[in-house]
């Protein structure tokens, strides 16, 4: 993806603005611009894909985009929704960048596992841009194997770190953008070096690895439904709808059903 630089920093708030963000600040305000410009290319005939980007680029940073007030209302969600019903109606800008990176680990010949987590890994940014990988572990923990939680949350930690073995490099565009090298806070710092030893690494650096294949313009469209099995067999969906189910989470998917509801 071709990121215009002026146009990027501008949207956050132009160069003061950005002076005063953390290293990894800048990073998700980062990401999730090259998300939602991926997000804005979808026809705004579907529902909940991109339709209401233009409003994401008048509140760039901050919560996610569920959580600042839209010009429309959200469409109304079924009684007992699915995985696929949230993509379809709320996971909005972030479904084609994860739909594109899912691809590419089936494409390349990943565990079903890891395309899943490929699948899931950044749709929390509807519901909270910060720590996103942190924020989507714990939405997805009661309904996955652990390792998939595991890569979803240190994804993030791992993403500007390189690893050679795998091919990963250190992402070029975040030193063209800023001009200077990402210098990780001391959590991502500490998390890094924690998942970087642990049995699970792998996991999460497959993630990564797919990630950066997950940002073209000019691919093709992918539906959902073509992740119908994978989701089927990778993701127990709660037989009284996600938001019901009685989780631990599931105040967090109400939250992304309702975003209008009074407090
Ligand atoms: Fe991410
Ligand atoms: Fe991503």
Request: a negative charge.
């Amino acid at each position: 993806m071709n990121i215009e630089r002026r146009k990027f920093l501008a949207s956050i708030g132009g160069a003061g603005a950005v002076a005063a963000l953390s290293h990894e600040d800048r990073a998700e305000a980062l990401e999730h611009y090259m998300t939602r410009q991926l997000g804005r290319t979808v026809p705004a005939a579907q529902p909940g894909r991109g339709g209401q980007a233009g409003q994401d680029e008048r509140s760039p940073r901050g919560t996610g985009r569920l959580f600042t007030p839209q010009p429309e209302p959200w469409g109304p969600m079924p009684e007992r929704p699915t995985l696929i019903d949230f993509f379809n109606h709320r996971f909005g800008a972030t479904a084609r960048h994860v739909l594109q990176s899912a691809t590419h680990a089936v494409e390349t010949g990943q565990p079903e596992r890891t395309v899943f987590a490929c699948l899931i890994h950044d749709v929390t940014q509807g519901l909270m841009r910060v720590d996103h990988g942190y924020w989507g572990a714990q939405l997805f923990a009661p309904y996955v194997d652990e390792r998939v939680s595991w890569a979803v949350k240190y994804h993030q930690p791992l993403r500007f770190f390189p690893d050679e073995s795998v091919g990963y490099e250190y992402p070029e565009m975040y030193n063209r953008i800023y001009g200077v090298d990402y210098e990780p806070d001391e959590y991502i710092k500490a998390d890094h070096e924690f998942a970087r030893n642990h049995r699970y690494y792998m996991e999460a650096r497959l993630v990564t690895v797919n990630d950066q294949y997950a940002f073209d313009e000019n691919a093709r469209e992918i539906e959902i439904e073509e992740f119908t099995d994978v989701i089927g067999r990778q993701f127990r969906q709660p037989r009284e709808g996600l938001g019901f189910d009685n989780s631990p989470v599931a105040h967090m998917w109400r939250s992304m059903m309702f975003p209008d509801n009074p407090l």
